[in-house]
């Protein structure tokens, strides 16, 4: 069997509110991702991963659906969608939909059936509960976004259930209803022709039927992804990844299994421990991956990334496949968190670790994080956590204008960085973020060992020197990361094919910069 064609592609996300607005009215839409597809191939990517275009009042920004096989008219219109789809195919590039499986609108039409009365046939389509006490919500959930996960409806008396806003309520996946029509969705958008789904809040869709309270962290806990605000002070035992939810991930990937070509579903599933996230690939009867977010929170050192590395690889079975990623719409941009070193050694990383890479658009120009403008809905409950900051316009050209996002009024402004984090005056840089990005993509490329190679890693005396080999059939690559602000030896094996930053180059040794890197063909040495 050959491998599925996702393995090896480079994937790029696009949040499309930020990316090109052509009509002007300062929200990105369908016919600006079009536009830019040209763009993305010559950058090297071959996948497009769009954060949700469907009908939505945008409280959270169209994570909260109104109609999921509809588009909302800020993006365009289901024309528009296929041509997308088409020129995205025409140029051999795949498209990923995102699925927002885990809750709708509180606008959309089964949730408006499903409280208007206690006997509605669409009421069990939603988590309904009594009071705990009068007046007290069920149990002690909070949502993720902080404050109760329930909300009192006053018209039936009762609660019901939202892991995030209120206005995005719960679906109950142990409806075998709500099950078939979710399915119906799936189907619906792969019958179009679209490549597979990001499948939003995977885990999420199934808590605990008794529902039980969740325990508080212990004192000095610390929240291995972030500090989530109140969100961060409970252990989530009861409120996420409950056992029957591992059945509805392989219905749902046995239903893209049927088509013929290879549909690829990647479950957003924040799920740290890594002995438990594995437990999402199920025997390879699951989603087919679920998203892996270990570098995000890795220690920036040559060991906290080895040791993050190691921990995926550890867990996964010889059939398994990983992905790799920096960032997302949810998160603090990598230039920000790291600072630019060491978002070019993330860019080194993405391109030559095993597994699939991720990209987040404006990644690959260092785009910064902007203020917060009050649009994130999370940012008004916890300030500190808004989003705005990291879905700010694409910044295409320098100036003080739309920098080719829009001709109007950007929606979230245009980020302060613009006039040397953009993609014209990048273009002609070869030193800059865009031109090592697309040289590393293009290694990607031509190295069959950097796709589908296995991974080593080699011992050095420099702890502060990450160096690893990935091989196959006869074609190794090796990888050398200074993570130091001094220069460090390596020894060398092979013919430098990328550098970043200064080295010098000796018979037997290369001596890397600070915060250098390089990448050498050891195809006949051995390293
Ligand atoms: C996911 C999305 C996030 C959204 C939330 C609710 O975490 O990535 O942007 O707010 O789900 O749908």
């Known amino acids: 069997m050959s491998d599925p064609w996702w393995r090896e592609a480079v994937f790029y996300h696009i949040y499309p509110l930020s990316f090109v607005d052509t009509d002007g009215d300062g929200y990105g839409d369908i016919q600006g991702v079009k536009d830019k597809l040209d763009y993305l191939v010559w950058l090297g990517i071959d996948a497009i991963w769009l954060s949700p275009v469907y009908e939505s009042p945008m409280i959270d920004w169209g994570y909260d659906v109104t109609d999921h096989t509809g588009i909302d008219p800020l993006f365009g219109d289901l024309d528009e969608f296929d041509e997308l789809l ?72 009762q609660w019901y259930r939202h892991t995030y806003l209120p206005e995005q309520p719960d679906l109950n996946w142990r409806n075998p209803d709500v099950v078939e029509a979710m399915m119906g969705v799936m189907r619906f958008w792969l019958d179009r022709g679209v490549d597979g789904f990001r499948v939003d809040a995977a885990h999420q869709i199934m808590k605990d039927p008794q529902n039980r ?3 508080p962290t212990p004192p000095g806990y610390v929240d291995p992804y972030k500090e989530m605000g109140e969100y961060g002070k409970w252990i989530h035992v009861f409120d996420r990844g409950q056992d029957d939810v591992h059945g509805i991930h392989r219905q749902m990937r046995k239903l893209a299994d049927e088509y013929e070509r290879d549909i690829l579903t990647i479950g957003e599933i924040h799920e740290f421990d890594p002995t438990h996230w594995i437990a999402y690939y199920g025997s390879d009867d699951e989603l087919n991956m679920p998203f892996n977010y270990q570098l995000m929170v890795a220690e920036w050192t040559a060991a906290g990334v080895r040791k993050a590395v190691e921990a995926v690889e550890g867990v996964l079975p010889e059939w398994g496949w990983t992905n790799w990623t920096m960032g997302n719409h949810d998160e603090i ?72 996002f829009t001709s109007g009024e950007p929606w979230i402004p245009i980020g302060p960085d613009r006039d040397h984090r953009n993609v014209e005056i990048q273009k002609g840089d070869p030193l800059s973020f865009l031109a090592q990005y697309r040289s590393l993509l293009a290694l990607r490329r031509e190295r069959r060992s950097l796709r589908l190679g296995d991974i080593r890693f080699v011992d050095t005396e420099e702890e502060e020197m990450l160096v690893f080999v990935r091989s196959s059939d006869g074609e190794s690559t090796a990888v050398g990361v200074n993570f130091s602000n001094r220069p460090v030896q390596m020894r060398r094996s092979g013919d430098v094919v990328f550098a970043l930053g200064d080295y010098e180059s000796h018979p037997e040794s290369i001596l890397l910069g600070p915060h250098s890197a390089v990448i050498t063909d050891t195809s006949e040495g051995d390293e």
């Not at 988590?127 to 009068?134: L, R």
């Not at 920000?336 to 391109?351: F, P």
């Open 213 to 215: 309270d969740n325990p």
């Open 333 to 404: 941009r990598v230039a920000s968190r790291l600072g630019d070193r060491g978002a070019r050694q993330a860019a080194v990383l993405l391109a030559t670790l095993r597994g699939t890479p991720f990209l987040y658009y404006g990644d690959e120009i260092g785009m910064l994080n902007g203020p917060s403008h009050g649009h994130d809905p999370w940012g008004d409950n916890v300030a500190f956590l808004s989003r705005d900051g990291c879905r700010t316009p694409m910044q295409w050209h320098p100036g003080n204008g739309g920098v080719g």
């Open 86 to 157: 088409e020129a995205i195919h025409e140029r051999g590039l795949k498209l990923l939909m995102d699925l927002i499986i885990n809750h709708t609108s509180n606008k959309h039409p089964w949730f408006l059936e499903s409280r208007s009365s206690r006997d509605n046939p669409k009421r069990d389509w939603y988590v309904w509960k009594p009071s705990k006490e009068p007046g007290e919500p069920p149990n002690n959930w909070v949502s993720v976004f902080s404050g109760p996960a329930w909300s009192w409806d006053e018209h039936t008396g």
